[in-house]
């Protein structure tokens, strides 16, 4: 409920900064075939690779280590620029899933983005048969706005996404998080 450095409290998780010490777990969960639930392209990463793809990004894509309250780290959410809005991804531990802590963290983003940055929507991408990401998005206020047809390669095939957005106007009020100090 409460922003700080580098710190966004929610009810049941937290979400912090992600630090460069934390990189060799990110490689260990993006190597994991289910991180993805099987809908995005397998990509098998050392902590070599992972640092040079993060060296390599915007310095405004931000990336957070999702952390339950007992801080057991279960999953990532990270947002970039894209124009006048914001991009979310994220993905939570295969064990972790179903206890709504990726709702909660996209709830928290969700409200820190409007809160912190002169935006007018966010907007995620998720695999169209992918429901429980949808799920996720559509608590948290996105609406589907449409399909993009074969995107991503996944396990031999060419798959489709959903493009999901939320506006301000739409978002209205702060739904976790209460102060940005």
Known sequence: MYIGVGLLEGKTVNLRVMEKEELLLFAEWRNITDFWGGFESILQMSRADLEKMLAN????????????????????????????????????????????????????MVDYLFLTIDIVRIQAHTGAGNKASQRVLEKAGFKREGAIRKVAFVKGEWTDSYLYGILREEWKDSKILTKTA
Do not use: M
């Open 57 to 108: 990004l915007s310095a405004e894509w931000k990336w957070f280590i999702v952390e339950t309250k007992d801080g057991r780290k279960v999953g990532y959410i990270n947002h970039r620029p894209t124009g006048k809005a914001q991009e979310l991804g994220y993905a939570i531990l295969p064990s972790e899933r179903g206890k709504g802590y990726g709702a909660e963290a996209t709830l928290i």
